[in-house]
């Protein structure tokens, strides 16, 4: 398993498209309340993935540069995208996104600034970024103990996972408000909920980087303590993923 942030998920692409959470509408309604989002504004979307807030910013007008490292990801996100003509697809990453100086009105980053070298990375946005311009930062955060399936899931993590502790987004969440000081930022927090079969939850755990695939010793056992706490916590056939959605907005 590669440890690579730009590698990682090429082998996840499709369980990644259908078992990873989107993102609530709320979201889009936050950027156009407080940050003054318009279909007018140019968007670079970095480490854009297949492309899940991407979809959002194209439904609601804006250009947007899909910034994506990891050519499987990339190129799926242009085909699932590919009715929309104000997307441009760019190999890049958020350290070097390869845009053009002051070229665009918003940064965003949903699930991935985890993987930045950060200081390098601001140092990117602020150069792309015209004056005034905002950056926006989002994840959907897991909920690990608000239900006895929820423990029992993180459990299986902490168990079987191969780096789970090590690459927690929380690590990167602590650190926000030193990613954009010296200017303040703001943070808000939505509620999102996935229901799954089985099918659906075991996708949903190997679209995760950490999770190790077919091949790999912790594979078996793990995807046997799968069904076990599926079969333990299942009502009607379904068992409910929790997460918090936390965004990060401001100027940099």
Known sequence: MTTSPTARFSDRVENYIRYRPGYPPEVLELLRAECGLRPSHMVADIASGTGMFTRL?????????????????????VQQLESYKR?????????????????????????????????RAR???VRILRPR???VLIWNERLT??????????KLLLTYGTDYEE????????????????APCE?????????????????????SSYAPLAGHP??????????????????????????KTRVYYGHL
């Open 57 to 77: 910013l194209l439904e609601n007008g804006n250009s947007v540069f899909a910034v994506e490292p990891n050519a499987e990801m990339r190129g799926s996100g």
């Open 87 to 119: 997307l441009v697809a760019v190999a890049g990453t958020a350290e070097e996104t390869t845009l053009v100086s002051a070229s665009v009105d918003f940064v965003t980053a949903a699930q991935a600034a985890h993987w930045f070298d950060l200081p």
């Open 123 to 125: 140092a990117e946005f």
């Open 133 to 135: 311009g905002w950056c």
């Open 145 to 154: 103990s608000s239900t006895a399936f929820l423990l029992d899931y993180e």
């Open 167 to 182: 690459v927690r987004h929380e690590k990167t969440t602590a650190m926000i408000h030193e990613f954009f000081a010296p």
């Open 187 to 207: 943070e808000r927090i939505f509620s999102l909920r996935q229901q799954f079969d089985y099918e659906g939850a075991a996708g949903r755990l190997l679209s």
């Open 218 to 243: 912790n594979y078996a056992p793990m995807m046997q303590e799968l069904q076990r706490i599926f079969r333990t916590h299942s009502v009607e056939g379904k068992v409910e993923f929790e997460y």
